[in-house]
């Protein structure tokens, strides 16, 4: 009896857990969206006030900022400073592609950060600050929706967890 209680326990608190992981992994992807955010304004502020060309504006906001989104800017600013002929939208491209497993935004936001690449570095100036302006506009969509869901979804991760354990260690029992 005492080893099917002590059973119990530990599934209900493993289950409540995995539901708190799920919620803290939620408030995770807000704060990488708000700092990728911070960084694109941080950029833009580079390219057009600095008139910093791209691969520096790349390495100073790399720089300044850390995690995942600082090494991919970093990552882009020295691959496009050996000058191998490629496009930048290809450095960017493998950039993202080899550092979305380290940020936790979704299949949509990925493309999206992709394409952002697609356009920046071959366009004048003014097509650079409406490219990054538009990429601003779909992060700030994203944000308002994970601002707007994020107590609602740590609840029902947090219920889910908790329920769910105490449903299996009622049925083991």
């Keep these: 009896m005492v080893l099917k209680l002590t059973g119990s326990l530990l599934v209900t608190c493993s289950c409540g857990a995995l539901g708190l992981w799920k919620a803290a992994q939620w408030k995770e992807h807000l704060r990488m969206l708000e700092q990728l955010k911070k960084m694109m304004l941080m950029l833009r502020s580079e390219i057009l006030y600095g008139h910093t060309p791209l691969g520096e504006a790349l390495g100073h906001v790399g720089r300044k900022s850390e995690g995942p989104l600082g090494k991919l800017f970093e990552g882009a600013k020295e691959r496009a400073g050996q000058q191998l002929g490629e496009p930048f939208c290809v450095i960017w491209k493998e950039e993202v592609e080899k550092r979305k497993k380290d940020m936790l935004l979704s299949e949509r936001e990925i493309q999206e950060l992709t394409g952002f690449g697609e356009?920046?570095?071959?366009?004048?100036?003014?097509?650079?600050?409406?490219?990054?302006?538009?990429?601003?506009?779909?992060?700030?969509?994203?944000?308002?929706?994970?601002?707007?869901?994020?107590?609602?979804?740590?609840?029902?991760?947090?219920?889910?967890?908790?329920?769910?354990?105490?449903?299996?260690?009622?049925?083991?029992c």
């Excluded at 944000?143 to 219920?159: A, V």
Aim: glycine residues 8%; aromatic residues 12%.
């Design 119 to 172: 356009h920046l570095g071959y366009l004048d100036l003014e097509m650079q600050e409406h490219t990054i302006a538009l990429y601003l506009e779909q992060l700030d969509m994203s944000i308002e929706f994970y601002r707007e869901h994020e107590r609602e979804q740590s609840r029902l991760y947090t219920s889910l967890g908790i329920m769910g354990g105490l449903f299996l260690s009622i049925i083991m």
